[in-house]
């Protein structure tokens, strides 16, 4: 099975991407607009509140434009925010992943609500609260027929969690494909209690708004060894294989899949339940930039690939310096594919 992505990934932009000064930039979906331009549906909350646990209580869904795939994207407009306490996201929202398919735009997410106080630099919340939110995570959809909007949220989740199950608590990273047909299937990411292992699912629904059912009680990629784990899922569908980009995010310095911690890793399937996984990395932290120089990025999160005319043609992902989980600053950048 060949590697779609790690033997075509060329040097990075060293100005491309998304990048904004006061503010956390995370996540990053990008898709070719009506206008012939590039827009990233980007995550984003204020710097001066801290990387910390904000984008789960204080982040809202922007898109950035450019007339190039590897950028610089400049601010275009917010679009997704705060809509009331009594919205499954009416206080947050997160994890957008774009998608386009008989003239209408599908932007999947992940949203929160919450009661009590917005948290402040003064007022964080406290580890209680958070486990208390995070558990409101649910995937949401808006719909428009231009890239330029209007949006259209739907009021209820396209997915809900199953009381019992392995997936009993959240729905959320949304990665979804749409076949020609209409046909959509979505990877997501949930667990069955506070402290459990986090793993994956997929869910088929006849039109990319839903309504979504389950292809298998279980999860997929359900590991033996608990130290293997994988998250932020990626899913495209080409030459009648689903192909599956995820993050590498073993426990306990086990080596995972690809011997390091935050690589890619590639697998493809014939039916989006029983995955192949190629051994080696579909990316790796250490990047080569344009300007001749090699950094071993802090992360490589939420990856993203533009697919035109059936192949992948970039790479986005979140990144940033500083601590892992405790930035001094993030952004989207881009790696081109040859």
């Not at 996201?89 to 008989?102: A, E, F, L, R, V």
């Not at 569908?237 to 192909?243: A, G, P, T, V």
Request: with cysteine.
């Amino acid at each position: 099975m060949t590697n779609p992505i790690y033997h075509r990934l060329q040097p990075a932009p060293v100005h491309g991407g998304y990048k904004e000064e006061d503010y956390f930039i995370w996540c990053g979906s990008c898709v070719k607009g009506e206008d012939g331009r590039y827009h990233l549906f980007a995550s984003r909350w204020e710097r001066n509140l801290s990387f910390g646990a904000n984008w789960l209580f204080n982040c809202e869904v922007v898109r950035a434009s450019s007339d190039t795939p590897e950028g610089p994207y400049r601010f275009e407009e917010v679009v997704l925010e705060r809509r009331g306490r009594t919205y499954f996201d009416g206080m947050n929202q997160h994890n957008p992943y774009i998608q386009y398919w008989n003239g209408t735009y599908y932007l999947y997410y992940m949203g929160t609500t919450y009661g009590g106080p917005v948290p402040t630099p003064e007022n964080p919340p406290s580890s209680e609260r958070i486990l208390e939110v995070w558990n409101n995570k649910r995937i949401g959809l808006a719909t428009a027929t231009s890239v330029f909007g209007p949006w259209e949220r739907l009021d209820k989740p396209l997915l809900e969690p199953r009381q019992g199950k392995w997936d009993g608590t959240v729905t959320t990273n949304p990665a979804v494909t749409i076949l020609p047909d209409g046909t959509t299937y979505m990877i997501y990411k949930s667990r069955e209690y506070a402290g459990a292992t986090l793993q994956l699912g997929v869910a088929m629904a006849d039109q990319p708004d839903g309504p979504f059912r389950r292809l298998s009680d279980a999860p997929i990629l359900n590991f033996s060894d608990p130290d293997l784990h994988v998250e932020d899922p990626f899913l495209w569908y080409s030459d009648n294989r689903f192909h599956l980009l995820v993050k590498d995010d073993f426990k306990n310095n086990s080596n995972g899949l690809t011997g390091e911690w935050g690589a890619g890793v590639y697998a493809s399937s014939t039916d989006c339940l029983h995955w192949d996984i190629h051994k080696g990395k579909a990316y790796s932290r250490t990047v080569k930039w344009d300007d001749g120089t090699q950094k071993k990025m802090t992360n490589l999160e939420r990856p993203f690939l533009l697919i035109e005319d059936n192949v992948p043609t970039h790479l986005f992902a979140a990144t940033g310096i500083g601590e892992v989980w405790n930035f001094d600053h993030t952004w989207n950048m881009v790696i081109p594919l040859a």
